[in-house]
T-cell receptor, first 117, second 111 residues
Framework: GAVVSQHPSWVICKSGTSVKIECRSLDFQATTMFWYRQFPKQSLMLMATSNEGSKATYEQGVEKDKFLINHASLTLSTLTVTSAHPEDSSFYIC?????????????FGQGTRLTVV | DQQVKQNSPSLSVQEGRISILNCDYTNSMFDYFLWYKKYPAEGPTFLISISSIKDKNEDGRFTVFLNKSAKHLSLHIVPSQPGDSAVYFCAASAGDDKIIFGKGTRLHILP
């Protein structure tokens, strides 16, 4: 299957700082990328959907000013957690769908474990 | 409102037997369904999918069945192997819209 690379795989940051997570589609062009968050023993919660070159669409309850998403190219999307706090500690996962993405699977990155201390 | 439901949080199956994981959905606009497998601290891995125009799709040991009238799908794994122990997520989408996940079912394959 297609490869989606997410970086970093884990990060520890101090409260109040910002953290950027990158998601790259390595062997296909991703017109749509999704960002999910997973709490311990819980399902994947969709945070936002981003389409290349346009603003991300955030799910209800997700603060767009706190979780900045940029999808500047067809192979790269970034999620920046601004002014991180301990409650932002979680496992963040991106996924990507390619051109003609109707009825196709989305491929997932490896995930990023964020710990805010 | 949970659009994709996996009502069994966990399931234990003897090695070599059939594992059946169930999933229900409420949104009649969903036309594409997927199953993902996930290990801790890793991203989900795509397993198998089915379009709403079909009622069955098979890939090796994995078969997905779709009952549109009941808004129900299931994943069958046969024979079950120790490496199948993981969390399985059912997911659905409408066209090229976002993919919505269920809460997952943890499958334990017993020796």
């Amino acid at each position: 299957g297609a490869v989606v690379s997410q970086h970093p795989s884990w990060v520890i940051c101090k409260s109040g700082t910002s953290v950027k997570i990158e998601c790259r589609s390595l062997d296909f062009q991703a017109t749509t990328m999704f960002w999910y968050r997973q709490f311990p023993k819980q399902s994947l919660m969709l945070m936002a959907t981003s389409n290349e070159g346009s603003k991300a669409t955030y799910e209800q309850g997700v603060e767009k000013d706190k979780f900045l998403i940029n999808h500047a190219s067809l192979t790269l999307s970034t999620l920046t957690v601004t002014s991180a706090h301990p409650e932002d500690s979680s496992f963040y996962i991106c996924s990507a769908r390619g051109f003609g993405s109707m009825n196709t699977e989305a491929f997932f990155g490896q995930g990023t474990r964020l710990t805010v201390v | 409102d949970q659009q994709v439901k996996q009502n069994s949080p966990s399931l234990s199956v003897q090695e070599g037997r059939i594992s059946i994981l169930n999933c229900d959905y409420t949104n009649s606009m969903f036309d594409y369904f997927l199953w993902y497998k996930k290990y801790p601290a890793e991203g989900p891995t795509f397993l198998i999918s089915i379009s709403s125009i079909k009622d069955k799709n098979e890939d090796g040991r994995f078969t997905v069945f779709l009952n549109k009238s009941a808004k129900h799908l299931s994943l069958h794994i046969v024979p079950s192997q120790p490496g199948d122990s993981a969390v399985y997520f059912c997911a659905a989408s409408a066209g090229d819209d976002k993919i919505i996940f269920g809460k997952g079912t943890r499958l334990h394959i017993l020796p």
